[in-house]
């Protein structure tokens, strides 16, 4: 395993985003060069998202694109320009429920917008090219914890479909043009600056504003809840080893990075609340259409390859999360 290199120059796309933020941050704290390219879009508050650009605009080696990713043009010129070594594709239309009535921009994002990375990789070459895939492809598979091998051809959503679509084309890609492709499947991200459209970010400002929180499935779920710190540990041992060739000509790899300890989704709101020091008002609701009844990451390729696997618990990071949550929104 190489250690991480500082010298290269990385393109981090989506990097206003929740993931992007700190994978940009981490990197810069190293010393690294970092482009970033976001569209700063409405699906959330845009505050936040200016908030983390603010903290990264501090670093001198921080160049900002504000652009699209279904813009071709944008992409191919950071790329031509930059020159970077290393790209992450973290730019996405996230959200399962949001794909039911908002199915264009899952395909002008996640399937127009990544064809668009995959063509600029291969006109103007990188070292590595590692993305965004998502717990997500799973569907409703019942062998758990889910491996990397597992079929995952019934996806749930469409959300889930598109990044399923991003499998086969970077894989494609990486056979037909020998780019290094590394694809991670990420299991429920959470942590301060988080997602608002997250469920615990809506159960905590619902909390504070003692309004019912929406418990689907009348709380029979669980979830792979990931910390923001393990993910970026996860994704900063990857980025500078890029995978072999496999038996099929294509050096491509795919990675679960989740905490292999599912949680019940009423453990989870319990502990929410003990970190609010407030209870929360239920309303318990049937499964949604598109949820899945729970995700299980088998890390053992991490594990294998890197010697790691994410183990911060929930109530630490609800806890970091929750400190952040009250003084960034002013609660007292």
């Not at 500082?6 to 970092?34: H, N, Q, R």
Request: glycine share 8%.
């Amino acid at each position: 395993m190489k250690p991480l290199d500082v010298t290269k120059k990385y393109f981090i796309t989506g990097s206003a985003g929740f993931i992007g933020f700190y994978l940009a941050k981490a990197l810069l704290d190293k010393g690294a060069e970092v482009i970033g390219l976001d569209n700063l879009n409405d699906y959330y508050e845009v505050s936040l998202k200016e908030a983390r650009m603010r903290v990264l605009n501090k670093y001198d080696k921080f160049t900002f694109v504000k652009g699209s990713l279904a813009d071709k043009e944008t992409v191919l010129n950071i790329l031509k320009e930059h020159k970077p070594q290393i790209v992450v594709n973290l730019a996405a239309q996230a959200g399962v429920r949001y794909s039911i009535d908002n199915p264009d921009s899952y395909i002008e994002s996640n399937i127009l917008g990544f064809f668009n990375i995959l063509e600029g990789c291969r006109h103007y070459p990188v070292e590595h090219l590692v993305y965004a895939s998502s717990s997500s492809v799973y569907g409703g598979n019942e062998k758990v914890p889910f491996a990397v091998e597992d079929q995952v051809d019934h996806p749930e959503s469409l959300y889930a479909a598109t990044k399923k679509s991003n499998e086969l084309m970077a894989y494609a890609y990486s056979r037909l043009y020998q780019i290094p492709l590394t694809g991670l499947r990420f299991f429920t991200v959470y942590g301060p600056m988080g997602r608002p459209d997250m469920a615990y970010f809506k159960f905590a400002k619902k909390i504070m504003a003692d309004e019912p929180i929406q418990v689907y499935n009348n709380g029979d779920m669980l979830r792979d809840y990931t910390y923001i710190d393990d993910i970026i540990d996860g994704v900063l041992n990857i980025l500078c080893n890029p995978p072999t060739r496999d038996e099929k000509g294509a050096f491509y790899k795919l990675y679960n990075i989740g905490n292999h300890s599912p949680v019940k989704l009423m453990d989870f709101i319990g502990t929410l609340e003990r970190c609010l020091g407030r209870e929360a008002k239920k309303e318990f609701l049937p499964m949604q259409k598109g949820d899945v009844y729970q995700t299980y990451a088998d890390v053992s390729g991490l594990m294998n390859d890197f010697g790691f696997k994410p183990d911060t618990t929930i109530e630490e990071g609800l806890g970091r999360f929750t400190k952040w949550f009250l003084d960034y929104y002013h609660f007292s």
